[in-house]
């Protein structure tokens, strides 16, 4: 017998009673988003998979905790416990979270009327994840936190337990080496 597509109402209300076809769908419907998710900020793909793992594990304990407001806010909820999930994996890390001041030089920083305009250019999504695959793992994370998912440098410093001024640093090296490297791959390609 073919199962019908839960809403999400129903989908946290199966999840509440521990009914294992709700959990299958809910992790069938956002694995995928969610170890992407992961990998963005992590970038290796074996942790990025235990992390996303860790997230649907600590969404089921506490799925009691969800309050449905519109379609589309459980992924929103998920969502956001991946997100501390993988924090504090970075927070536990703490080579990762070192960055002295001394390694901050004024010129790498870039200007503030460094202009991105320009003829837009397709860039594969492929060459995107190998260049972000690049940046050390707190270029990464603050990156993808300034310019993926809209946090502060106040943000940014708190979750990753650094200075607003490292935050500032880290996104305008990891912005450099970013555009360096679109820039040579769009050379190579003659673009």
Not at 80 to 99: A, C, G, P
């Given at each position: 017998?073919?199962?019908?597509?839960?809403?999400?109402?129903?989908?946290?209300?199966?999840?509440?009673?521990?009914?294992?076809?709700?959990?299958q769908?809910?992790?069938?419907?956002?694995?995928?988003?969610?170890?992407?998710?992961?990998?963005?900020?992590?970038?290796?793909s074996?942790?990025?998979?235990?992390?996303?793992?860790?997230?649907?594990?600590?969404?089921?304990?506490?799925?009691?905790?969800?309050?449905?407001?519109?379609?589309?806010?459980?992924?929103?909820?998920?969502?956001?416990?991946?997100?501390?999930?993988?924090?504090?994996?970075?927070?536990?890390?703490?080579?990762?979270?070192?960055?002295?001041?001394?390694?901050?030089?004024?010129?790498?920083?870039?200007?503030?009327?460094?202009?991105?305009?320009g003829?837009?250019?397709?860039?594969?999504?492929?060459?995107?994840?190998?260049?972000m695959?690049?940046?050390?793992?707190?270029?990464?994370?603050?990156?993808?936190?300034?310019?993926?998912?809209?946090?502060?440098?106040?943000e940014?410093?708190?979750?990753?337990?650094?200075?607003?001024?490292?935050?500032?640093?880290?996104?305008?090296?990891?912005?450099?080496?970013?555009?360096?490297?679109?820039?040579?791959?769009?050379?190579?390609?003659?673009?």
């Amino acid at each position: 017998m073919r199962r019908t597509f839960l809403s999400e109402k129903e989908l946290v209300q199966g999840c509440i009673r521990r009914d294992r076809d709700a959990q299958q769908e809910l992790y069938v419907r956002f694995a995928a988003r969610l170890y992407s998710l992961c990998l963005r900020y992590i970038g290796d793909s074996d942790e990025s998979r235990d992390l996303m793992h860790d997230s649907m594990i600590k969404a089921m304990d506490s799925i009691r905790s969800f309050r449905n407001e519109a379609d589309g806010s459980l992924y929103s909820w998920l969502r956001k416990i991946t997100v501390n999930v993988v924090f504090d994996r970075l927070r536990q890390n703490s080579r990762f979270m070192e960055v002295p001041l001394e390694q901050v030089s004024d010129n790498e920083m870039p200007d503030a009327s460094d202009s991105d305009a320009g003829p837009e250019r397709e860039i594969p999504d492929d060459v995107l994840k190998q260049i972000m695959a690049t940046l050390s793992p707190v270029r990464r994370a603050v990156f993808n936190m300034y310019y993926i998912d809209g946090f502060s440098h106040k943000e940014i410093a708190r979750a990753l337990n650094i200075t607003e001024g490292g935050s500032t640093s880290i996104l305008a090296k990891a912005r450099a080496s970013v555009r360096k490297a679109i820039t040579d791959y769009l050379k190579a390609t003659g673009q």
